[in-house]
């Protein structure tokens, strides 16, 4: 344990001692106390920074399970260091916001504040953890977090449909990544992921390789929701907007980036790699920006954005894969793509996290987030708009602002990979630029539509909820401070590069970066007449043309049919499968009780009968056979003859009397046997029973058959002549193969030796195997006390019904 | 004998395994009672039948039966007493509260499924 461990503890520490501050201090919000945390954090890494600007990286661990060789290893390098200062940064200004978002009179909010203090001490764990079973542990602790915050208004019935999905999407995501892990472990026989980075030429030509690539990346595409996967994220926008824009958009879907980042030393020497991460990125891009154009809902166009944003610097990451197959730093163009993939990691958190705000903003002052209902808030929201024109423009990748520098970097990488005579490219290498210039068309459009038809346009009073006015100053510091920095970074992107950007990107590409070398991260607004900057006004220009003839073309969104959605997919195999299991289950559990007798039965004689079968134990052993005497023919039939009265007898009586003949006879057995211990037992043992019948006899109902069937009797018969079969069977084969001798001598030596006993049963029963002894008589305790509850149960209700009468 | 036992032990099982398929209560019961009957012989047959005196050290013969199977069955038979108890007093009660001996009406509740 050390103090980076209690860093990353500490947050669940601190969810314990929620709870104590919402019931102690009611009249301060418990954001307050929390708030605290964080920004403790945040302080805690940035000391973490001269470390990891040279490349270098802190280190500590324990051990975890270390049987199985997992250690708990906190690794602290600049691509971890990074998101540890995405979470607790904005988690300081999520947690801010909060404050005045939720009512510390209406919300549960030491609920909320749990969560999301789960959230964010699972989310250091998955970016800190080297060990990849710790990561794993982690990264599930971030999907049962995201489940509790996106139902944390459970009573709305779209808020569970919603933390169900992307608990189901993220959980199968989780699984088969625990899959890839373990595949990864036996191929490298380490879970540690440096080792393995270290052992990457070896694992590239395993045949295990390709699976462990696809079930990582099954892991990392759910929880970033990349296309197909995607569809989890729009719902999730049912969680309060604190959540949404901290862990829908700024960390939580950011940990499939990472994990993809992390693991790229690994495998993305393979074109399997290159193809999967860049071609899934990139269309998700596209698909993501081009959907949320038809969104009315403000959430709902920053959610697509968000899958949108996500699959661009997925793709700038599969871009960027290209470089390791180069072997110098000199005029490594694809480094570029790695670069702008960690810039726009930090640019999307900045403007992405303020937009979100905005929308909490409005929500929370209009009661409404429908851009069909809003229009006209310029003159009553102000401040707020102005920082949404900052967050918009900047997504829509306008100078000043950092988007710019991110969206002409994205471009470049694109544009590079035609100049790759690697990969195949050649071929298909042309549909990424088009796709990424494409996709950029329609987050102009989305971006402008964000800003414009909410604060420009036609005030509506009569369809809002309430009079829309400013905000109170402290649910706009948190956005304000976003929207400084994305002015910030847009200005002097170079504090960023060297500080952040590099040491980030080195822990991607580590092979390329030789101990003591930096890797050239040098960021500039103006780089000429590029093809680059042709691209951004191409954007402009046809996406203004685009938003302005918007209503002309906004219903080719109605040609596709609702039907063959990739949610009417999930919602049809859901149904289908709880459908399918219910019809499956009723099926066979009928709630007969015979019914599951029958299984048993059929079970055990099939299972015995194979059994039998196989070990070839069907011989008769005739040599050592016990004489027949004339008492044991005699005594036969006896039972014979007991049995057939029971089945054919019409009364009651007359059965218990043969069930009692057959007892008594079975106690002669004994006699016969020499077991005179068995008999006197079973004499008295089977009065007392055919006492307790008689005496019940009076109470039982008369022996009704309840008009069985033929069919009914049939199927019975069969199944009980079947099981009679297997035990004889049994027992003639138990007779035939002795497979070791008997223990018994033991006790026939030793009962007078070692217990001073004469007889043998007895001295079994209570000296050599007295505890079992003891525990028969405690059964027969629980069974007087059942017998003696189920009498009395009556006795009290029908004292109740005394009472009441 | 142990073959002749073992047939005997059969039919035991099966008359008890047909009448605890049965709907009515207390035709299970008996079931179970002959169920265990056929129990009891079976261990005692597993064991190999009258090879020697009975397990008293007082006999003083040269071998003795196997005791080891005795003192099972003992057990068995003690608590099979027990089960019994319980299970004719579950019938009554049952019967009483249900008002039916028909395993069929007995059925788990639907109103929970």
């Known amino acids: ?67 199985l060789g997992i250690r708990f290893t906190a690794y602290v390098d600049g691509l971890g260091l990074l998101f540890a200062l995405l979470i607790t940064g904005i988690g300081s200004l999520v947690v ?56 944390y208004w459970y009573d709305r019935e779209r808020s569970r449909y919603g933390a169900l999905k992307s608990m189901l999407l993220t959980v199968f ?31 590239n030509g395993h045949p295990l390789f390709l699976l462990a690539l696809i079930l990582i990346l099954l892991g990392a595409f759910t929880k970033s929701a990349q296309f197909p996967f995607y569809i989890w994220l729009p719902d999730a926008m049912e969680a309060p907007t604190p959540v949404s824009a901290y862990l829908h958009s700024a960390t939580m879907v950011k940990a499939g980036i990472y994990l993809v980042a992390r693991l790229s030393p690994i495998f993305a020497f393979s074109s399997y790699w290159f193809w999967i991460v860049g071609a899934i990125g990139i269309f998700t891009m596209f698909w993501g920006s081009f959907n949320a154009v038809k969104q009315t809902d403000l959430k709902g166009i920053l959610a ?168 109170p100053i402290g649910m706009l510091i948190s956005p304000i401070i976003l929207a400084a920095l994305v002015i910030l970074f847009g200005l002097f992107p170079n504090l ?37 900057l042709m691209m951004t006004i191409g954007v402009v220009a046809v996406g203004i043309l685009m938003y302005v003839t918007l209503n002309k073309w906004i219903k080719l969104y109605t040609l596709f049919p609702g039907k063959v959605t990739l949610n009417a997919l999930y919602d049809t195999s859901l149904y289908a499968a709880e459908r399918g299991s219910y019809t499956l289950t009723k099926a066979y559990m009928n709630g007969f009780i015979r019914t599951y007798l029958v299984y048993i039965f059929v079970f055990f004689i099939g299972i015995l009968g194979f059994t039998m079968w196989t070990q070839n134990a069907l011989t008769i052993d005739k040599s050592n056979l016990a004489p027949i005497g004339v008492y044991e023919i005699v005594l036969v039939i006896i039972i014979a003859a007991g049995i057939f009265t029971i089945l054919f007898a019409k009364s009651r009586l007359t059965s218990i009397i043969a069930l009692g003949a057959v007892g008594y006879t079975v106690s002669l057995f004994f006699v016969i046997f020499r077991a005179p211990d068995l008999a006197l037992t079973q004499l008295v043992i089977e009065t007392v029973s055919v006492a307790l019948f008689l005496l019940c006899f009076y109470h039982l109902p008369k022996l009704n058959r309840h008009e069985e069937r033929m069919g009914f009797k049939l199927g019975n018969v069969i199944i009980s ?85 | 004998m142990e073959i002749l036992m073992s047939i005997v032990i059969g039919a035991l099982f099966a008359s008890s395994v047909y009448l605890m398929l049965s709907k009515s209560l207390l035709r299970i ?33 040269a071998s003795y039966v196997d005791p080891l199977p005795q003192a099972l069955i003992l057990t068995a038979i003690v608590i099979s007493f027990g089960v019994t108890a319980l299970f004719l007093v579950l ?3 049952a019967y009483q509260e249900l008002g039916t001996d028909n395993m069929d009406e007995m059925r788990g509740n639907e109103a929970n499924d």
């Open chain 1, 1 to 67: 344990m050390s103090l980076l461990h209690l860093a990353i503890f500490s947050p669940f520490l601190m969810a314990i001692l929620v709870p104590f501050f919402y019931k102690g201090l009611r009249s301060i919000h418990t954001g307050w106390f929390v708030l605290i945390l964080p920004i403790l954090l945040f302080t805690y890494f940035i000391g973490f920074l001269p470390v990891t600007r040279h490349n270098q990286a802190v280190e500590k661990s324990f051990d975890w399970i270390p049987s």
């Open chain 1, 96 to 151: 801010l916001y909060s404050i005045f978002y939720l009512s510390k009179e209406k919300e549960s909010l030491h609920n909320f504040y749990v969560y999301l203090l789960l959230f964010m001490g699972a989310m250091l764990g998955v970016v800190l953890s080297d060990n990849l079973i710790t990561l794993y542990m982690f990264w599930e602790l971030t999907s049962i977090s995201s489940f509790l915050l996106i139902a």
């Open chain 1, 173 to 203: 995501g989780g699984l088969s990544m625990l899959g890839g892990i373990l595949l990864l472990s036996i191929m490298g026989d380490t879970f540690s992921i440096r080792e393995l980075v270290s052992q990457a030429g070896e694992l």
């Open chain 1, 304 to 471: 697509f954005s968000t899958v949108s944003q996500l699959g661009l610097i997925m793709s700038l990451l599969g871009a960027g894969a290209a470089a390791l197959h180069f072997d110098s730093l000199n005029d490594n163009i694809y480094i570029a793509a790695i670069v702008a993939a960690v810039f726009h990691l930090i640019n999307h958190a900045t403007f992405k996290g303020s937009l979100f705000m905005v929308v909490g903003i409005i929500d929370h002052e209009t009661g409404t987030r429908d851009i069909r209902k809003l229009g006209g808030l310029l003159s009553f929201m102000p401040i707020t708009f102005t920082i949404a024109v900052i967050g918009a423009f900047s997504m829509a990748g306008l100078p000043p602002f950092n988007g710019f520098l991110s969206k002409e970097m994205f471009f470049t990488g694109m544009i590079q990979l035609l100049d790759l005579d690697i990969l195949n490219l050649q071929t298909w290498g042309l549909l990424f630029p088009v796709l990424a210039w494409v996709g950029s068309i329609f987050t102009f459009i989305y971006s402008m539509m964000f800003v414009f038809k909410t604060f420009s346009g036609k005030y509506q009073p009569e369809k809002l909820e309430k009079k829309p006015h400013e905000a």
């Open chain 1, 496 to 532: 960023l590069s060297y500080t952040l950007i590099q040491p980030a990107a080195a822990a991607i590409v580590p092979s390329l970066v030789a101990p003591g070398e930096q890797l050239p991260v040098h960021i500039s607004h103006w780089h000429g007449v590029t093809p680059e």
């Open chain 1, 721 to 805: 002549v079947g099981v009679g079969a297997v035990i004889t069977l049994m027992s003639i084969s138990s007779h035939s193969n002795k497979m070791f001798d008997s223990i018994a001598n033991y006790y026939i030596a030793n009962t007078y030796k070692e217990a001073a006993g004469k007889n043998m049963v007895n001295v079994i029963l209570v000296d050599f195997r007295g505890f079992d002894t003891l525990f028969e008589i405690s059964v027969l305790a629980i069974a007087g006390l059942g017998i003696f509850g189920l009498i009395k149960l009556r006795l009290a209700k029908k004292g109740e019904e005394a009472d009441e009468n």
């Open chain 2, 29 to 61: 019961i008996i079931g179970t009672g002959l169920l265990s009957h056929g129990a009891h012989l079976l261990i005692i047959t597993m064991g190999g039948l009258k090879r020697g005196a009975a397990p008293l050290l007082g006999e003083k013969a």
């Open chain 2, 91 to 93: 019938a009554y009660r």
